[in-house]
């Protein structure tokens, strides 16, 4: 199993930036992609930015061009700088992973970004 710790968020006004973190422990060494996902009050959980561990990158609709996904394999962090925020950015951000097998990593506790107008 893996485990992930997200952190960075925080309150920012809109058209600032903030930069996320997420470290994965554990059973790291078959880690595929890294994914991003967000989760506001109300709406499912959506997937915001992937990385492959061979580099290639997805971005959600709404926040390509303004967020840029990066992975530092060396310190198993995967990160999500996030610029321009606009106050439908505000969730909570949680980081995840796929493994070779397809499998998923535990769920952490996520971080708080809120966009203010």
């Known amino acids: 199993q893996v485990q992930l710790v997200e952190s960075g968020g925080g309150l920012v006004q809109a058209g600032g930036s903030l930069r996320l973190s997420c470290v994965a422990s554990g059973s790291i060494f078959n880690i595929q992609r890294m994914e991003w996902h967000r989760q506001a009050p109300g709406k499912q959980r959506e997937l915001v930015a992937a990385v492959t561990s061979g580099g290639s990158t997805f971005y959600g609709v709404s926040v390509k061009g303004r967020f840029t996904i990066s992975r530092d394999i060396a310190k198993n962090t995967v990160y999500l700088q996030m610029n321009d925020l606009k106050p439908e950015d505000t969730a909570v951000y949680y980081c995840?992973?796929?493994?070779?097998?397809?499998?998923?990593?535990?769920w952490g506790q996520g971080t708080q970004v809120t966009v203010s107008s």
């Open positions: 995840n992973v796929v493994t070779l097998d397809g499998l998923r990593g535990n």
